[in-house]
């Protein structure tokens, strides 16, 4: 059974830093794809940042220069720094872990929320 798990959220002031973690659990292949993803009110849920199973990385256009994701492949864990937060960076963040190829697999964390106001 694998899960994944968030952590790291909370609230902050607008040009401030969070950094979000997110530990797996269970047994995963090396070669995934790890993401981060977030969903604010009455959005639709969006990529915010991913490492793809060929390590090139990708992010979000909101977010490019002010983000960072990262992993520890011995850790199993994912990461997302996240500076100059803005009030617009308000949602819900999730990790997500996910194969297309076989065998193929998708799993999500709760989510974490993180919150951007003064």
């Known amino acids: 059974q694998v899960q994944l798990a968030e952590s790291g959220g909370g609230l902050v002031q607008p040009g401030g830093s969070l950094r979000l973690s997110c530990s797996v659990s269970g047994t995963i292949l090396k070669t995934n794809n790890m993401a981060w993803h977030r969903q604010a009110p009455g959005k639709q849920r969006e990529l915010v940042a991913v490492i793809l199973a060929n390590e090139d990385i990708m992010y979000g256009d909101s977010v490019k220069g002010r983000f960072t994701i990262s992993k520890d492949n011995d850790r199993k864990m994912i990461y997302l720094q996240m500076n100059n937060l803005k009030p617009e960076d308000s949602a819900v963040y999730y990790c997500?872990?996910?194969?297309?190829?076989?065998?193929?697999?998708?799993?999500w964390g709760q989510g974490t929320q993180v919150t951007v106001s003064s």
């Open positions: 997500n872990v996910y194969r297309k190829s076989w065998p193929t697999y998708d799993f």
